[in-house]
């Protein structure tokens, strides 16, 4: 990959990370004019390995969940210091970060009004501890804490709603994005920091080590959760629903056995069934069906 | 000017005088009264800070790092509970190097649940790489938050401070203060001019991975930094008295009555008020007593301690916190600090006192001193009641 003045190559990202991608196009859409704090997780590690940094925008990390409350720092100070208005500040982290331990922190962001984009890498587990379920994994999926066995069929709830849990903030943009869409993510970005307020955005970013799909199938694979309606792609503005990606629905199947954390679901048409509700309720609550 | 304040309001009109940049705020008694008054002075135009009320003390710490990371003064308060819900960030603020100023309204810690002071919180946390300043009265409470941005801000330091003040007893206490001048404040303490900061003309990387390579050099920077701060401790504090007018000496220790004393008391805090009025009232009959008070409780000023203390037989320390287990914290190090000494007490006996806010009177601290008289002990609790002890075990 090319190099970038602002997330440079040279990172110890795994191969095939969906993260490292989306974390370059926000980086590359919210430009140099951009302060990041980043909450403790496979992208601070990766990223920043002292003495090295892949960051070319002031970047900090503090804890695994206040970067929202870190963020919040540096906006104030910002404003006290009256630079607010040409500046970005950005709070990033994975969805284990975002959506466990540190939605405290980010609802109290989200509440104040802050003017931050809030960034969720949703790789659907704890990645850099060695793949354990989060809040945000999804039904039935093989985690090393939500294994599947004679007695379970993997992790036993849905994702957490934190699009919804955002929005309820009564924020003024939320969305969602996947690295599967790298040009879609940098467009939601550039709007999002055009909004001034608490933003969040949650990009759908594959993990072939975490998923078990080959390194060169992140993009297949990314697209195919949104294609199949498992992961539906949205903007709120204000509130309202006012885009969503269309799709020609493919069943959830193609998406499952794409990947080794499915693999025991394979044979097991009634669980294949209740994945398929979840994307089939996505297809109807967003409005993803594509015109004929 | 003198004035008769609140404790928790002298210490708002400090940190007013102070111009933070940005103020994080999250309730706890018996630190409230300091924050409220805050953002009473803010929404007044008074002060010009960003005053954000935070969801919990995690995010109350986690906000004023971002905001010294981006390079302004910053302040926060807490107490108990809440300065241990903030821990991993309090740590994370040392290891960062950033100069934040934290008072802690002294309370005891839970279970049982207890409003009133001990010095637990501040005390548990001694191994963060925090400045731990503790105040007797309400005019060092002001005074040692001026030096404590100082300190902190100071360039061969770059380490955070707590001021610590006895909960309720000085946070809700009426005192007359001499509350410092604007003018003088501005002459003591420059506009904050940080090393480096979260800057888009100057991007830096900030908390990075240390691996088993680099990590073990930026503990031993923080170690050296505190054993030098002892010294420019010293010299603020001089140059502190020159502008204010005070008489702080080096604010590591305070030595009262020791000359010829025989038997001394080391303890830390607002109860040496009251031990100094017991030393004063065995002093008038004829009886060699006095009293060490520990003002720096990090980093420890062990050679004052030695220094203090070498020619006194019998040293009593007393504690308003515990280790569960273990000797007690001050004691730890009063007994550390004469290891393979030549000169030093005869015997250093160790006592606790007052947890969970139970009176440290004049009759607690003679009875200390009696208790003085016998065998050396270690952690034995003074002003127990028996009563209670046999009905928790039912006897
Ligand atoms: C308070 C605290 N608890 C646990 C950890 C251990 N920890 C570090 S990173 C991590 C997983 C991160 O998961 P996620 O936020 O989803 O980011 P990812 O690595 O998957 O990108 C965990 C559990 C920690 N650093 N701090
Ligand atoms: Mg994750």
């Known amino acids: 990959m090319e190099n970038s003045p602002l997330f440079k190559s040279g990172h110890t990202a795994c191969a095939g990370c969906g993260q490292a991608i989306a974390a370059r196009m926000v980086i590359e859409a919210a430009g140099a004019n951009t302060i990041i704090a980043n909450n403790t997780g496979c992208l601070e590690v990766f990223t920043t390995k002292y003495p090295e940094t892949a960051w070319g925008v002031p970047w900090i990390h503090s804890l695994f969940e206040n970067s929202a409350a870190v963020a919040s720092g540096i906006e104030a100070a910002l404003k006290y210091l009256g630079k607010k208005e040409n500046i970005n500040v950005i709070a990033q982290g994975g969805d284990g970060s975002t ?45 090393t804490t939500s ?74 694979v990314a697209k195919l959760a949104v294609d199949c309606g498992l992961y539906p792609l949205f903007e709120y503005e204000n509130g309202v629903l006012t885009g969503q990606k269309k799709i020609v629905p493919k069943p959830v199947e193609e998406y499952l056995k794409a990947q080794g954390r499915f693999k025991h679901l394979l044979n097991n048409p009634e669980e294949i069934k209740k994945v398929q509700d979840i994307a089939d309720n996505n297809i109807m609550k967003y409005n993803l069906k594509a015109q004929a | 000017m003198k004035e008769f304040l609140e404790g928790s309001h002298a210490i708002a009109e400090v940190i007013k005088s102070c111009k933070p940049g940005v103020i994080s705020a999250y309730p706890i008694t018996p630190q409230t009264h300091i924050v409220e008054d805050l953002a009473q002075m803010v929404s007044d135009g008074q002060l010009k800070s960003q005053f954000v009320n935070v969801e919990s003390e995690h995010s109350a710490a986690s906000v004023v790092l971002g905001g010294s990371a981006t390079g302004v003064r910053v302040y926060t308060a807490t107490s108990s509970q809440g300065l241990f819900y903030m821990q991993e960030v309090v740590f994370n603020i040392a290891g960062m190097r950033l100069p934040v100023v934290m008072t802690c309204a002294n309370r005891a810690i839970s279970a049982p649940i207890n409003i009133w002071n001990d010095q637990q919180d501040s005390i548990s946390l001694r191994d963060a790489g925090w400045f731990q300043v503790y105040a007797e009265n309400n005019q060092e409470a002001v005074d040692f938050h001026l030096i404590g941005y100082r300190l902190a801000e100071d360039k061969r330091v770059m380490l955070p401070v707590m001021v610590c003040m006895d909960g309720f007893i000085l946070t809700h206490g009426m005192e007359a203060v001499d509350m410092p001048e604007q003018e003088k404040v501005d002459k003591f303490l420059p506009r904050y001019n940080p090393l480096y900061k979260l800057d888009p003309a100057q991007p830096v990387s900030m908390g990075l991975l240390a691996d088993p390579d680099y990590y073990m050099e930026t503990r031993f920077a923080i170690q050296e930094t505190m054993k030098e701060s002892l010294g420019y401790l010293s010299d603020i504090s001089r140059e502190f008295n020159s502008v204010f007018g005070r008489d702080y000496k080096d604010l590591l220790v305070e030595e009262y009555q ?57 040293v009593a320390v007393l504690d308003k916190a515990v280790s569960l287990g273990a000797y007690a914290p001050i004691a730890v190090e009063v007994k550390a600090a004469f290891y393979g000494k030549k000169q030093g007490p005869k015997m250093i006996s160790s006592f606790v006192a007052g947890l969970g806010g139970r009176d440290i009177t004049l009759e607690t601290v003679h009875e200390i001193f009696r208790r003085l008289s016998t065998k050396e002990v270690n952690s034995d609790f003074v002003d127990l009641k028996p009563e209670l002890l046999k009905e928790e075990y039912g006897e």
């Open chain 1, 99 to 143: 959506a466990d331990i540190g939605l405290q922190a980010l609802s109290g962001m989200l509440e104040r009004g802050h003017d931050i984009l809030y960034v969720c890498y949703d790789n659907e587990a704890y990645m850099n501890t060695g793949v354990q379920r989060s809040g945000l994994t999804p039904f039935d999926t093989n985690t």
């Open chain 1, 147 to 220: 294994p599947s066995g004679s007695q379970s069929s993997g992790n036993i709830r849905p994702k957490k709603p934190m699009p919804e849990i955002a929005l309820a903030h009564g924020i003024p943009y939320v969305a969602t994005a996947s690295a599967g869409l790298p040009q879609d993510i940098q467009r939601k970005v550039k709007k999002a920091i055009s909004i001034k307020g608490p933003k969040y955005i949650q990009i759908h970013v594959p993990c072939p080590l975490g998923w078990r799909h080959e390194t060169d199938q992140m993009l297949p």
């Open chain 2, 258 to 314: 020791l000359k010829d004393a025989e038997k001394v008391i080391v303890a830390m805090g607002s109860v040496c008020g009251t031990i100094k009025e017991a030393v004063d009232e065995q002093r008038a009959k004829g009886k060699k007593v006095g009293l060490l008070r520990i003002i720096t409780y990090r980093p420890f000023p062990y050679a004052r301690v030695c220094e203090a203390l070498k020619n006194a037989a019998k």
